[in-house]
T-cell receptor, first 115, second 115 residues
């Protein structure tokens, strides 16, 4: 069973605040991902990591940043939140294409609302 | 570039009936992987089934099977004996080898199972 955690689950915050969305996994997966999803829409990749000290931007332009100092931890930071950042943020992890087809396991998501 | 197309925004099925959710894809890669995920109203993404491009047999996982037609570039999900708990959004996805094996998602199909 997948063990990947995200906190907070829900966050309502004012414009201009700095926020960090936490993501941790206990499966030892080397690859981790952040996706953004608006209600009823498809997921878009915003960041990914091959492993420790590796971070890359995804297809969707994002003003967020990520870090990967430990294998199990992949936090996402918004330096100055804006209403356009209102969305659901989903974290995922996998062994990549090498094992099991590279199925990704997702956390429960963080629903962010910026007022 | 890859493209995933799900042409059914919404589907209805009666409980205990089978339903097929359509997915077509486009890629220039010879080796690729296809996935289906379920997203209930609670928001988490649940991995259902995986099909590799070189797999000779269609994948099956319990009540889920994947009807893979490589020449037609289709990977339809078949749910047998639908249950009320199957009501959810369903996303078809393809592994993207050039972005850390991230997933490229279709727009999804909303399935409603009625009594």
């Amino acid at each position: 069973e997948a063990d990947i955690y995200q906190t907070p689950r829900y966050l309502v915050i004012g414009t201009g605040k700095k926020i960090t969305l936490e993501c941790s996994q206990t499966m030892g997966h080397d690859k981790m991902y952040w996706y953004q999803q608006d209600p009823g829409m498809e997921l878009h990749l915003i960041h990914y990591s091959y492993g420790v000290n590796s971070t890359e931007k995804g297809d969707l332009s994002s003003e967020s940043t990520v870090s990967r100092i430990r294998t199990e931890h992949f936090p996402l930071t918004l330096e100055s939140a804006r209403p356009s950042h209102t969305s659901q943020y989903l974290c995922a992890s996998s062994f990549g294409g090498q094992r099991g087809g590279g199925a990704q396991y997702f956390g429960p998501g963080t629903r962010l609302t910026v007022l | 570039a890859q493209k995933i197309t799900q042409t059914q925004p919404g589907m209805f099925v009666q409980e205990k009936e089978a339903v097929t959710l359509d997915c077509t894809y486009d890629t220039s890669d010879q080796s690729y992987g296809l996935f289906w995920y379920k997203q209930p109203s609670s928001g988490e993404m649940i991995f259902l089934i995986y099909q590799g491009s070189y797999d000779e047999q269609n994948a099956t996982e319990g009540r889920y099977s994947l009807n893979f037609q490589k020449a037609r570039k289709s990977a339809n999900l078949v749910i047998s004996a639908s249950q009320l708990g199957d009501s959810a959004m369903y996303f078809c996805a393809m592994r993207e080898p050039h972005s850390g094996y991230a997933l490229n998602f279709g727009k999804g199909t909303s399935l409603l199972v009625t009594p």
